[in-house]
């Protein structure tokens, strides 16, 4: 194990910067995938098309997120197995990930494909909306292995302590995407389908040069796939099972607050729609942070190093709060300028910078949860932070949103999900604070 990717010695705050700048520019990166689309389908056919975009985009994350929860179960097993040094243990669990994925992302592609129409019809998506959504989510579910396998790539290699590499694999893909939707959007008269297209090349092209990577060079110990054991397929779906259930919650419940939205109407739906395009890339610092605690925690509890894991999410509960409180700031100042980036229509514009004036104030306390809930994961506590998401988002977010749009119309959307982040932060530092997760042994139990 070399010094560059071994979290359990050395300066922590160095590592936490030098390690979680390139998660979050690639997970820039991979925003900007479906950014870009909305920036072109909403410049080049209308606010319609990105409202559809949009609807259809949330469902993908929906029935994306058990898989990726699967997924990001590898942060808190390899990390483990990686700090202890186990090269045996990490090499077959490895293997054991590639199996299970390459089943489930077939089963993800057949039911996105084939219900698509069905879940945006749940989803009460407005009729003007219907066929272009179906359209675009049934394309990009033709596609869903390249996203699940380069989305496996990078969390493999991060959770050996490589952020770089996933970067340069994910940087070459976007800007192929860049190149191709205009193309395929307007030159050849696709549509959001082009869209959709262009995103699906864009991902396999990130998968093909990621493996490519991996083998040529040997980051990762991957065997030639074989059928994996039942211990390491158990404490896989130990770990996977809640924490593709976290992503559930999270993703329904971003899907239950779209259908408030969508009962407001088209223009609010357009407003929100590039809002959460905002949203999406706010987020990020956050969520980079709490992935890099998941991952450097993982290799200090491996070894019995808590007095590293409680100073790794302390700094990284620091870097949160200074850069949203940065981050609210310009937000608020130019809200409008930037939803002005995505629509022109003045009713979707006004109601899309007055959700960003208001949920701005509230940004401070998203990332809270982002970092413990790392920090946790790392101990494979899963099934604790299901509940504190369950809490978060269909206790507190989803019936919030609902109570104040009832009683101050579309505006109230934004103070509903600010206060959930409030109060489901406080819950999520009560948890780590006071919570059983330290105690957790992640391989005695398997």
């Not at 390690?19 to 870009?36: A, D, K």
């Not at 200090?300 to 302390?314: D, L």
């Not at 494979?380 to 109570?403: D, E």
């Amino acid at each position: 194990m070399t010094h560059r990717d071994d979290f359990t010695e050395g300066n922590v705050r160095g590592q936490l910067i030098t390690f979680s700048v390139p998660i979050l520019l690639t997970n820039l990166l991979q925003v900007s995938y479906q950014f870009i689309d909305s920036l072109w389908v909403g410049n080049l056919i209308g606010a319609n098309a990105l409202g559809a975009v949009a609807v259809a985009s949330i469902v993908i994350s929906v029935i994306l997120s058990f898989i990726f929860g699967i997924n990001n179960a590898t942060l808190t097993i390899l990390s483990q197995q990686k700090g202890m040094g186990d090269e045996v243990g990490l090499s077959r669990y490895l293997n054991a990930f590639t199996v299970l994925l390459a089943f489930l992302s077939i089963l993800v592609a057949l039911v996105g494909f084939f219900f698509a129409e069905y879940i945006l019809v749940l989803l009460n998506t407005p009729i003007s909306m219907l066929h272009p959504a179906q359209s675009y989510l049934q394309i990009n579910s033709l596609g869903i292995a390249f996203l699940i396998g380069y989305n496996f790539i990078g969390s493999v290699l991060r959770a050996l302590g490589d952020s770089k590499t996933p970067l340069k694999i994910v940087f070459a893909a976007v800007m192929l995407n860049t190149v191709l939707d205009p193309i395929l959007i307007a030159y050849f008269n696709l549509g959001v389908n082009g869209a959709a297209v262009a995103t699906i090349i864009s991902q396999g092209l990130a998968f093909l040069s990621g493996m490519y990577l991996v083998l040529r060079q040997g980051l990762a110990p991957f065997p030639t796939p074989f059928i994996p054991a039942r211990k390491e397929v158990f404490l896989i779906m130990k770990l996977g099972i809640p924490s593709g259930l976290q992503m559930s919650v999270i993703t329904a419940g971003i899907a239950a607050i779209m259908s408030v939205v969508n009962s407001f109407g088209p223009h609010v739906v357009a407003g929100f729609s590039a809002a959460q395009r905002l949203d999406s890339i706010i987020m990020l610092p956050a969520q980079a942070l709490g992935t890099a605690v998941n991952s450097m925690a993982g290799q200090n509890i491996g070894v019995n190093k808590w007095s590293r894991v409680f100073k790794i999410a302390r700094l990284g509960l620091f870097y949160n709060l200074l850069i949203m409180v940065i981050t609210a700031f310009v937000i608020f100042v130019f809200s409008e300028h930037l939803i002005r980036l995505f629509i022109k229509e003045a009713d979707s514009l006004r109601f899309g910078g007055q959700y960003l004036r208001t949920i701005a104030f509230f940004y401070p306390f998203l990332g809270i949860n982002f970092v413990l809930n790392g920090a946790v994961r790392a101990s494979g506590a899963m099934y604790q932070v299901l509940v504190l998401n369950i809490i978060s988002f269909w206790m507190l977010r989803y019936p919030l949103t609902f109570t104040f749009s009832s009683f101050l119309g579309d505006g109230g959307i934004a103070y509903g999900m600010g206060f959930s982040f409030i109060i489901s932060s406080i819950i999520a530092y009560l948890y780590y604070r006071f919570g059983g997760w330290k105690e957790k042994e992640l391989f005695s139990e398997a």
